[in-house]
């Protein structure tokens, strides 16, 4: 298991693996790759929150969450009270819905990756390298569970940061805390498991909720993808806004077009 090769290297106890240091670069690349793909491969069922802010309140969702590996999962909503009916039913690309008409609205229009704790910020693992710092440290706990905490910090400034606690053992990530690039910690992004269970959730729960919700239809988008400046402009024959500069840091991996 990759854990207990870098415990191995590292020594016992607490230990640090930094994208600073080559030694550690490969090692990192394979924990960051076993983070992305954990949802794929673990099952697991518990309650998560998120705190943000909006309009300067504080906004706190909670909601019970059952995963079938790799792709199934039901999420019953339980903060605040106007949702406790709302249950979310993802199979896949398949999406079933019955409760708030404005959530139902936001599934629609965005999906459902942005509540699902599912790594997808570390599956990018070379332009993450390229625009932060990484640092990777042992010895932590996060729910009496043995945890990694990450530690992503910008290399160019006026970017967010991020800190994160992964699950040891089955790499799921169990908390990340998300800070704007200026202002106080008081704006911080949290989503948080409050508890969790590792293991098979009892499958009639996934089939009882997709019996009692409805398909929910995505605003669909056309994509054109485009490798360069040229092919696009060769085939889109609109005015198009192109800045002059790409932001420090990046450079030009593809091109779309969305339309909805």
């Known amino acids: 298991m990759l854990v207990l090769s870098l415990n191995a290297f590292a020594g016992p106890g607490h230990w640090v693996l930094s994208s600073t240091s080559a030694s550690d670069s490969t090692a990192l690349d394979s924990l960051l790759l076993e983070i992305g793909r954990a949802p794929e491969k673990v099952s697991y069922s518990g309650i ?8 300067g309140k504080t906004i706190t969702l909670k909601w019970k969450i059952y995963h079938w590996a790799p792709d199934r999962s039901v999420i019953q909503f339980l903060e605040p009270q106007d ?36 790594g997808r910020i570390f599956k990018e693992i ?39 606690f992964i699950d040891e053992n089955s790499h799921l990530l169990l908390k990340t805390r998300r800070l704007p690039a200026s202002g106080p910690d008081s704006l911080a992004e949290v989503s948080q ?10 499958s009639s729960i996934f089939h009882t909720s997709w019996g009692k919700t409805e398909y929910l ?31 420090a840091g990046f450079s030009l991996l593809r091109i779309q077009s969305i339309k909805r």
Request: glycine residues 4%.
């Open 48 to 55: 998560q929150e998120r705190i943000t802010r909006h309009r």
């Open 83 to 118: 949702l406790q009916n709302s249950i979310l039913v993802v199979q896949g690309e398949k999406v079933k819905f019955r409760g708030d008409n404005h959530l139902a609205k936001i599934f629609s229009y965005h999906g459902t990756r942005h509540l699902l704790q599912n």
């Open 126 to 164: 070379k332009l993450l390298k390229k625009n932060y710092s990484i640092v990777l440290s042992g010895g932590e706990e996060y729910l009496n569970r043995a945890a990694i905490k990450l530690s992503v910090q910008p290399k160019i400034s006026y970017r967010p940061s991020l800190l994160a």
């Open 193 to 202: 498991f409050v508890k969790i269970e590792i293991g098979q959730p009892d």
């Open 217 to 247: 239809k995505r605003k669909e988008r056309k994509i054109q993808k485009f490798n360069d400046l040229n092919s696009l402009l060769n085939t889109y024959k609109k005015p198009i806004l192109i800045p002059n500069h790409l932001p």
